[in-house]
């Protein structure tokens, strides 16, 4: 069945296609085609256009991210010791899990106070610069969803675009942070480069102060994925 399901998909690389083109194609009975095509469906490997035919489906696309998001983690480790370095703060990759943002590589702050946020720590969309990040590129449903009981505003998800994820005690009090997207070959944020530390270190405009180097580290990861998207940075 795997190796029938395959050749369906297949036929969908050239585009929509009814299920009497998609039985035509691939020479399989009928009711075979359907009941694959269906069940592919279910699990959202392929949907139905508004004409009804077949397409390819999301997820798809949500395993390509996830491989290029391993890529990520495994590139990080020397970016985000070279973040810590030169802020002199705690610096972290997130990733988005469902409701949530998984801490999936740090760096953190060898001396002094700190925010640490060691790696698998599972922490909130609804707070921090990071969850801003992760979320202001989401399509409206998941926008809106997001939004929902967070502590950020519509207006502030709005500006992230233009000036980056920047939090003043949103996850914790008296913790600042600031965070920017890294992006896959699609465009796609795939995660988000943060520091964090004491808001009376980073001050009450750490975005001004930081967003530069934040940013040149997650466009230094974005350009690692995009240069190397099947296997060399595993």
């Excluded at 890294?182 to 001050?203: D, F, K, Q, T, Y």
Aim: charged share 25%.
């Amino acid at each position: 069945m795997v190796d029938k399901s395959v050749m369906i998909m297949d036929a969908l690389e050239a585009g929509p296609a009814t299920l009497a083109q998609l039985v035509e194609v691939t020479g399989l009975a009928r009711p075979t085609v359907h009941r694959l095509a269906s069940a592919l469906v279910h699990h959202r490997f392929l949907s139905r256009d508004v004409r009804g035919r077949y397409v390819i489906g999301s997820r798809m696309a949500e395993l390509a991210q996830a491989v290029y998001s391993d890529q990520v983690v495994s590139a990080a480790g020397p970016i985000l010791l070279k973040l810590r370095d030169a802020t002199g703060e705690s610096s972290q990759l997130f990733r988005r899990q469902g409701d949530s943002r998984i801490c999936v590589a740090s760096a953190e702050r060898p001396i002094g106070l700190r925010d640490s946020i060691p790696v698998g720590t599972q922490l909130s969309m609804k707070a921090g610069s990071a969850a801003q990040v992760l979320l202001a590129w989401e399509d409206h449903d998941r926008l809106v969803e997001g939004l929902r009981d967070a502590r950020f505003t519509p207006t502030v998800l709005a500006g992230v675009p233009a000036r980056l994820g920047e939090s003043l005690g949103e996850r914790e009090p008296g913790v600042a942070s600031v965070s920017a997207p890294v992006r896959g070959p699609s465009g796609r944020v795939l995660a988000a480069v943060s520091i964090s530390g004491p808001i009376e270190r980073l001050s009450r405009q750490p975005g001004r102060r930081f967003a530069h180097v934040v940013s040149a580290a997650a466009q230094q990861l974005t350009e690692l994925v995009r240069k190397n998207p099947e296997s060399d940075l595993r």
